[in-house]
């Protein structure tokens, strides 16, 4: 089986869909033959035809700009099967109305609304969340807490609060301000190089004596080790992908994740061990205060979404597609 990733893994692998495209190539390229085209490049086709690809996977997005882009590829190559991954889903009104011209041949969602939306644009779907790196985050002793604390210049002795993302309004940083004002509680924010950062709101959470860190961590798994609780407060639809990964890494290293309901995190991973879900900010500040002293252990459902299993399953869902067409 060829399979042709439309996606980015250039510069720093510190985004939601680079990371998924990165890891997506990695399991897959284990077993298959596996190319990853930037989709600036499909405007050339003879990068993709050279290779004659069983399966066009568009990973990036999803946008109209996918799914023309899939459509485009699909009638070059009339024998590939063509998949669309809506991650991080954002259409305008008209590009909603269009979309049902540009049907590829499944559309993999992550959340039950993109489910129904899809479905009622005559698409086929099938359900694929995100995933982690389980060799990379895992827990750390208190012993190596303590060290990797003291390498980041952060006092021993406070609740690390931790947020690993972009730097935008769209993500609701604010609300880990009133977090920060309490008494022994430190806010840290590794923002992502790869989505610039608004000055606005970096220095806005400076003021109020978050630490922000806009830089690359190749080693960003020693953030989520030293931390005590992972913090995930977006509410809009544009502001991650459908399933953060950043959610499950921090489970994969055993903290307490407080989070908004967002995007597919009730529908593919729902309430679990360690992941309390505040539907109101105000909500917030006072579930960031029960993990202070929480003990538990998210690793043992975080392991379910490993790269490994979201590579099978991905695999499956290829052969099926293969079979159709060759029973069809």
Not at 15 to 34: D, I, W
Not at 154 to 159: F, G, R, S, V
């Amino acid at each position: 089986m060829r399979i042709c990733l439309l996606g980015d893994i250039s510069g720093n692998l510190d985004e939601g869909m680079k990371n998924t495209t990165y890891y997506l190539y990695s399991e897959l390229s284990k077993s298959y033959e596996v190319e990853v085209v930037h989709p600036r490049k499909t405007l050339l086709p003879s990068v993709v035809l050279k290779f004659k690809p069983d399966i066009l996977h568009y990973i990036h997005g999803s946008s109209i700009r996918s799914f023309l882009i899939t459509r485009y590829l699909a009638s070059i190559f009339p024998r590939s099967k063509s998949i669309v991954s809506a991650t991080h889903p954002q259409f305008s009104k008209w590009e909603k109305l269009a979309l049902g011209f540009f049907k590829p041949d499944l559309a993999l969602v992550q959340s039950k609304s993109m489910e129904d939306f899809f479905s009622r644009k005559g698409f086929k779907t099938a359900w694929l969340s995100g995933g982690v790196d389980v060799d990379k985050f895992s827990p750390a002793p208190k012993a190596r807490r303590l060290e990797l604390r003291r390498k980041y210049g952060l006092e021993e002795d406070k609740l690390i609060v931790l947020h690993v993302g972009h730097v935008r309004p769209n993500r609701n940083l604010e609300l880990l301000i009133p977090i920060q004002q309490q008494g022994e509680i430190q806010v840290v924010i590794a923002g992502s190089t790869t989505v610039r950062a608004d000055e606005r709101v970096a220095q806005q959470l400076k003021d109020a004596g978050c630490v922000v860190w806009v830089k690359y961590f190749p080693n960003i798994e020693e953030l989520f080790q030293l931390a005590d609780c992972y913090v995930f407060p977006v509410m809009s639809d544009d502001g991650a992908v459908q399933v953060p990964l950043t959610v499950l890494e921090a489970a994969a290293c055993n903290l307490p994740v407080v989070t908004t309901p967002f995007g597919g995190l009730p529908d593919l991973v729902g309430e679990r061990e360690g992941l309390f879900y505040v539907w109101r900010p105000e909500e917030m500040l006072s579930a960031v205060e029960r993990c202070r002293d929480c003990r538990v252990e998210p690793r043992r459902w975080a392991v379910e979404f490993s790269w490994e299993k979201i590579g099978e399953r991905l695999t499956a869902i290829y052969r099926d597609l293969i079979e159709e067409k060759e029973n069809a």
